[in-house]
């Protein structure tokens, strides 16, 4: 069985948990149940998720600088503060317009 990081409450910045790295995606689960996941994610500018599904809806809140994303062929440029939903089972991808970070929350039930 996987060692689980115990979860601790304390205040903390959610860009300072993650760096960008060159040329990359980077990830960081915070939290994985079998209700869902939230993850933590630095797209260096450029760098993409090509189209996919995925079983579940998610929300994807932009934590720094601006992300194109794809869902059903519907376009959205977002920037930091904002957000959207990816309803269950809908083509979506992901392109860096500049270095961002996002927070993904994904729901399982």
Not at 27 to 47: C, H, M, N, P, Y
Not at 65 to 87: D, Q, W
Request: glycine letters at 6%.
């Amino acid at each position: 069985m996987k060692n689980k990081p115990k979860l601790e409450a304390k205040a903390t910045q959610l860009t300072d948990l993650i760096d960008y790295q060159e040329g990359s995606v980077v990830s960081r689960t915070l939290i994985e149940k079998d209700a869902g996941t939230v993850t933590l994610f630095a797209f260096d500018e450029g760098q993409r998720l090509s189209e996919h599904t995925a079983p579940y809806d998610a929300m994807v809140q932009v934590l720094e600088g601006e992300v194109n994303v794809r869902i059903s062929g519907k376009p959205f440029l977002l920037r930091a503060g904002e957000m959207t939903i990816m309803p269950a089972n809908q083509p979506h991808a992901l392109y860096a317009v500049t270095r961002f970070k996002m927070l993904l929350t994904m729901i399982r039930a």
